[in-house]
């Protein structure tokens, strides 16, 4: 919260050090996304060959739509998408 805090204010012109807030806001979204990334992947091998064919072509079609979303959107998406692998798991 406090990073949105200071995004704002540094997108305001509040704050003396706005391309230092939004950056390190940003390596932490790519961070959580190369963390989330691994998980999927992690995930993804965990469900059988049969599975994993099954999903094949719909996983594509999801990276390819993934790939145009935001950062933030990356992340929901990301998120949703290792709760909709580890259902198969069960």
């Known amino acids: 919260m406090k990073k949105l805090i200071f995004l704002f204010l540094a997108i305001a012109?509040?704050?003396s050090t706005p391309k230092l807030i939004a950056g390190t806001l940003y390596a932490d979204?790519?961070?959580f996304i190369e963390e989330e990334?691994?998980?999927l992947?992690?995930?993804?091998n965990e469900l059988s060959a049969n599975q994993r064919n099954a999903l094949r072509g719909e996983e594509k079609r999801w990276i390819a739509w993934k790939d145009?979303?935001?950062l933030g959107g990356k992340m929901e998406a990301l998120?949703?998408?290792i709760t909709y692998l580890k259902s198969f798991l069960k």
Not at 41 to 44: E, L
């Open 79 to 81: 998120r949703e998408r």
């Open 68 to 70: 145009t979303l935001d």
């Open 41 to 44: 992947n992690k995930v993804w």
């Open 37 to 39: 990334e691994a998980e």
């Open 13 to 15: 012109g509040l704050s």
């Open 29 to 31: 979204q790519l961070a």
